[in-house]
């Protein structure tokens, strides 16, 4: 099956994978304290913002049980959040199933072969530019492909392409008040 870009109009659910698709997907450690630092681009900042603001329900699935994911998810009001998993699939579903929405109109953002699983059941799928070689080959294939590296504007890239299909700008809809 195709990408359908029909999708992008109801599309009711989006869970991001969080290293290489909201960071860059590099990790630095302190040395002095062992904390570590991610970097989040504002411009994905932005991006998730508009989403919200759509009433998309969003959610982070991450691999890596960092607290900076949970960090990250409050100040975002983000809905859903998994870390330190393997299953990102059953992670999906369990968000679908949480907030009653077929996995037909969900979107699993992802950038590496760890992320496939969860791609193959989503409506929709989405990666950054800059994602692994095989992840990259099947969302060309069924999916968006942002012209943005991961942390670098792939996740507003892709909430822009939401806001065209559904004959909005950004401009209007960043004057919404996003939904409780």
């Known amino acids: 099956m ?14 991001f994978d969080v290293d290489g698709v909201l960071t860059d997907g590099t990790l630095t450690w302190s040395t002095a304290s062992n904390d570590e630092i991610k970097t989040f681009s504002f411009t994905d ?20 049980p960092s607290p900076l994911v949970d960090r990250y998810a409050a100040k975002m009001h983000l809905h ?64 968006f492909v942002s012209a943005h590296p991961g942390g670098k504007g792939a996740v507003r890239s892709f909430a822009d392409l939401v806001l065209r299909a559904r004959g909005l700008d950004a401009g209007e809809v960043f004057g919404r008040r996003p939904p409780e």
């Open 2 to 15: 195709a990408f359908d870009p029909e999708l992008l109009k109801t599309l009711q659910a989006v869970a």
């Open 45 to 64: 900042i932005m991006g998730i913002s508009l989403l919200r603001r759509l009433g998309i329900k969003m959610a982070l699935v991450s691999g890596e």
């Open 80 to 143: 859903h959040v998994v870390k330190g998993t393997r299953d990102k699939a059953t992670a999906l579903r369990g968000f679908a199933e949480l907030f009653s929405v077929p996995l037909a109109q969900t979107c699993f953002f992802g950038d590496d072969v760890n992320d496939l699983p969860a791609m193959r059941i989503a409506g929709l799928c989405a990666c950054p530019a800059d994602a692994a070689e095989d992840v990259h080959t099947f969302v060309a294939e069924y999916g």
